[in-house]
């Protein structure tokens, strides 16, 4: 769907030039989640203007939907935009407009009719929640609203791809869960491909089947979510997973507290952890044997919500799904 | 009125400025606001990224804009005559106010458009919009309350411009203040027309924060 194909970029700067990818190789099929992480200024927002040719390469092959950006005139390259979504960290929304005519741009743009136009926009904004703000204007609108606005304006031409480019970064972690659920309804019900640049580790974690760990304009890690992570190798990719999963822990302090079906419960005075079966980290006392962690967080909140065994089931079940589990 | 001028001729004085003015201000708008637009696109970084027009126009309008208007004004007297065929009266004063206002227009416009969001721009690209669409679709509605405030700061400046364009027989406000007011030593007179240009001025400023409020909504 995505291919990216040796692509270099390099900013010529006066005095010097900087590189911003250097030998970028991606793969991103179609119906992926593919999550693309990094700390900021890892290339990350180059990388995915690439894949619209916001920014152009340096050298290499941008591939999408079978073409190959690089070879097509400007009038082709625009058409293939239209196939292309993208949504923004900052929405991008013209604030001048009402959500209906911003979400009715791109038809506008394609000289779509008018009643056409209407249903159409009608129908995104049901889709996205929104059917009663067609008539606000941006400014009345929050956060996680005008993302889903933008989102709506992303999918008006049918996209085959939605770029998302740090597009739950302005958002409070609540608004995020709900625009991340929102994506992953897109990338069912319509199919669509979506590339997801993010810094932010349970973005990956929540929807994501496929990642990229992106250090210095370099893909450092690439894989499914659960390999990647699960065995992270680069120091990057470890500082990602210590975001979510607390492994700095000295291990003496760890005790099972629990097991079931080959599933360990194990908790210190600050953490409560979920283990499944095999080897993970060192903070894992040696027999335990577990192969992913797949929740941590303080017991008083676990202990508030979700008895031991009930986690224990929980993380059965999404070990049998292969997903992490989300509580 | 007063025995030094009639009513008659502050009613024409009037209708000449703001003949000079909206003259000069529509047709100077429509050279100033395309190229206070190239101005934009062709700078580094545009969507028609063209260092070489970028900077003759850069140049040029900045050569212009260093004139004073009454410099400018009889510098361009073989220019003013060759468009109206004469060098004196209210039309002959009209292209010198032309010459000194588009250039004005295209930084003010410059200004005004540079001040849009480039990110809003960057949708638009990713959407797929000609250059033309952007403009339209995109720039020139976000920019459009800033525009009116531009241009609202350059009817102002005209005005100020066409006081000196009595020196050119030009007419109008400033001329009855200097011909009438000055140099017969008729304070009355300056007083009238201040008072006429202040209550211009208010009213221009006050209209044109009016619209560009509507149009900026909250």
Known sequence: ?327 | MNNAITSDQVIQAIQETLQMVSISLLVGALIGIPLGLLLVLTRKGGILKNSAIFSVLNNIINIVRSLPFIILLVAIVPFTKFIVGSSIGTNAAIVPLIVYIAPYIARLVENSVLEVDQGIVEAAEAMGATPLQIIWHFILPEALSSLILSLTTATIGLIGATAMAGTVGGGGIGDLAISYGYERFNTVVIVITVIILIILVQGIQTLGNVLARKIRRQ
């Open chain 1, 1 to 327: 769907m995505i291919e990216l194909q040796n692509v270099h970029k390099v900013y010529a700067g006066k005095e010097k030039s900087v590189a911003a990818l250097t030998g970028i190789n991606l793969k991103v099929e179609q119906g992926d989640i593919f999550g693309v992480i990094g700390f900021s200024g890892a290339g990350k927002s180059t990388l995915i203007r690439t894949i619209n040719f916001l920014e152009r390469p340096s050298s290499g092959h941008v591939i999408v939907d079978n073409k190959e950006l690089g070879s097509l005139t400007s009038k082709q390259l625009r058409e293939a935009r239209k196939r292309i979504g993208m949504i923004f960290q900052n929405f991008n929304l013209l604030d001048s407009k009402t959500v209906f005519k911003n979400v009715a741009i791109p038809l506008i743009l394609n000289g779509t009719d008018k009643n056409q136009i209407a249903q159409r926009v009608h129908e995104l904004l049901t889709f996205v929640g929104l059917e009663d703000k067609a008539d606000s204007y941006p400014s009345e609108l929050s956060g996680g609203q005008k993302q889903r606005v933008g989102i709506a304006r992303a999918l008006a031409t049918n996209p085959s791809v939605l770029l998302c480019d740090e597009a739950t970064s302005a958002l409070d972690p609540q608004t995020t869960a709900s625009i991340l659920q929102l994506l992953e309804r897109i990338n069912r019900q319509y199919n669509i491909t979506i590339l997801i640049i993010t810094h932010e580790m349970h973005v990956i974690k929540n929807i994501c089947n496929r990642v990229a760990v992106m250090e210095n304009g370099e893909i450092i890690e690439q894989g499914n979510v659960l390999d990647v992570f699960g065995n992270p190798q680069a120091m990057t990719t470890k500082n990602f997973v210590s975001t979510v999963i607390h492994d700095e822990v000295p291990p003496i302090i760890w005790t099972v507290s629990a097991t079931h079906r080959g599933i360990a419960a194990f908790s210190n005075s600050n953490l409560l952890g979920i283990a499944l079966k095999s080897h993970y980290y060192s903070i894992l006392p040696k027999n335990l044997m577990c192969k992913s962690i797949y929740y941590l967080l303080p017991p008083q909140r676990c202990k508030a919500r979700r008895s031991t065994t009930s986690l224990l089931n929980c993380a059965e079940q999404s070990h049998r799904l292969n997903k992490p589990i989300i509580l």
